[in-house]
């Protein structure tokens, strides 16, 4: 079974930052887009940040020059490297593989999603 596994998620305080990891499993996502997503209570799942196989990101608004993406296609992982945290922050964040760029029923794949808390 095809498996992706978020790590790193917590409670930090504004301005803190921290680092989310996703290891894939079972399955090699080299050739595909990797993606970071987020969902808070009472919104509805919105894009994040994605990373293309050859190395090109894109990020919502929101993460524009806070939040970093990354891949390390030897280790089948991607990474959400988030700075300058604000409360608006605070959601479960996923970790999806595929063929989509910014629209989550591009992606095939889909972690369990690790909580991220921004206290004010």
């Known amino acids: 079974q095809v498996q992706l596994v978020e790590s790193g998620g917590g409670l930090v305080q504004t301005g803190g930052s921290l680092r989310l990891s996703c290891v894939a499993s079972?399955?090699?996502?080299?050739?595909?887009?990797m993606g970071w997503f987020r969902q808070a209570p009472g919104k509805e799942r919105e894009f994040v940040a994605h990373?293309?196989?050859?190395?090109?990101?894109s990020y919502a608004d929101s993460a524009k020059g806070r939040f970093t993406i990354s891949r390390d296609n030897a280790k089948n992982s991607a990474f959400l490297q988030m700075n300058s945290l604000k409360p608006e922050d605070t959601a479960v964040y996923y970790c999806?593989?595929?063929?989509?760029?910014?629209?989550?029923?591009?992606?095939?794949?889909w972690g369990q999603g690790t909580q991220v808390t921004v206290s004010s």
């Open positions: 079972g399955r090699t996502f080299s050739g595909d887009t």
């Open positions: 999806a593989a595929g063929v989509g760029a910014w629209r989550c029923d591009g992606y095939n794949y």
């Open positions: 990373i293309r196989y050859n190395g090109a990101t």
